[in-house]
């Protein structure tokens, strides 16, 4: 099992969890969604005004998506993100503790203008310790 950490706009991620727990990224991430398994955790960091994680999902499936689906892509009818993964939300902050109640992330090795990239096993686990800690498990 590989650990991820997936960055995007707090509103995306709204839009996320109310509507099937879905995540996309862009054929730019081609190589690294192609490395994503099935069971593979995904950590979930907001960007401004959160700047933090939120939770943590595991993988339930990946798919190509043909068809527009966000927001942006309804309203621009094409699709921008069509590497898609599908979440099943393991443990995550209340969206209304999220800017209070977020996991800051140490910087080291991670580039937040990266959408998609593997954390390491260790530093993943004690991430979602963290939360676990905070939000019951």
Partial sequence: MSYWLAIGP????TFCFNNGNVWGFSDRYQNAWESVAIGDT???????????????CTVRSKQRGPHPF???????NQVLWPLRLTLAPV?????????ASR???ERKGVTLQRGLQRLGEERAKK???EIDKAYGK
């Fill in 10 to 13: 707090p509103d995306n991620w």
């Fill in 42 to 56: 995904v950590l979930c960091y907001a960007t401004r005004p959160v700047m933090g994680i939120i939770g943590y």
């Fill in 70 to 76: 966000f927001p942006r892509e309804i309203q621009q």
């Fill in 91 to 99: 443990r995550m902050v209340p969206e209304e503790r999220w800017v």
């Fill in 103 to 105: 996991v800051a992330l």
């Fill in 127 to 129: 991430i979602a310790e």
